[in-house]
């Protein structure tokens, strides 16, 4: 490698790890923690902002610790500033030392800003909505998740200590606002059908009887219209599209 090759590699060793690795040679300490304080600052701002929760769970000094493990170790695959919180969630799946729900809690409060900068392509709706005849369509900008703890009410003085398992869908709305909605498994299961199928909002229901062996198609036909009218109220649900044949 060439000198400054070389001077690079130890300038962001440093960086990193001042503990582990010495500053490079000749150049003076107090310009060196100017470097040191605004690169680590900038990233623990942005790690802290997107997980406020793990933070005051762990604590101040134990949080620390942990964002400045991640700045010395992680193997970053991207370059991308915004995208800094999903590289700290693929490290701490590597870590065995924190809390059985913490990876769960991490991953939540990640959605929000993942669902805010998630692209979209623009769909065609049909004029009028029909949530049973046609297949009814999420909001472009969604998730669908499932936890094994209840993840949206994890807090410093209420931490789980058994499994709850949890379903939400996370989406962004017409004003940008990303939402929140808790749902049953039943109204899991129904959405999972329309997201993943080609199947009208009926055809879906019908499955889902057939899944759960539910004989009533009628009772289950209205428990479905209504739930499903219910997410287009929230902007969960924005129309409907009409299946080609």
């Known amino acids: 490698m060439l000198d400054f090759q070389h001077y690079q590699i130890a300038f962001t060793a440093h960086i990193r790890s001042p503990a582990a690795n010495k500053k490079p040679a000749k150049v003076k300490d107090a310009r ?24 005051h769970i762990l604590g101040a000094r134990a949080w620390r610790k942990l964002v400045r493990a991640f700045f010395a170790n992680h193997q970053a695959t991207t370059p991308i500033f915004r995208e800094i919180p999903q ?9 065995v030392d924190l809390p059985i729900y913490f990876h769960s809690l991490a991953h939540y409060e990640w959605v929000e800003l993942a669902v805010a900068s998630q692209q979209t392509a623009p ?20 998730m669908l998740l499932s936890y094994d703890y209840a993840v949206q009410a994890i807090s410093k003085r209420k931490q789980p200590k ?20 808790e749902l049953n498994p039943i109204t899991f299961q129904l ?6 199928t080609q199947l009208t909002g009926k055809q879906a229901l019908m499955r889902l009887a057939k899944e759960l062996h539910y004989a009533d198609k009628k009772a289950i036909t209205r428990f479905g219209e209504e739930i499903l009218a219910d997410l287009v109220s929230q902007q969960a649900i924005i129309g409907s599209a009409a299946l080609s044949n």
């Open 162 to 181: 058994v499994n709850a398992q949890t379903y939400l869908l996370v989406f962004r709305n017409a004003d940008n606002q990303v939402k929140f909605i």
């Open 32 to 55: 060196m923690a100017i470097y040191r304080e605004i690169v680590f600052n900038n990233l623990f701002g942005s790690v802290s902002a997107c997980f406020p929760v793990c933070k």
């Open 87 to 95: 590289q700290f969630l693929q490290f701490i799946n590597t870590r």
């Open 123 to 142: 769909i065609t709706l049909s004029e009028q909505i029909d949530l049973l005849n046609q297949k009814p369509i999420l909001a472009p900008a969604h």
């Open 191 to 196: 959405l999972s059908l329309i997201k993943g």
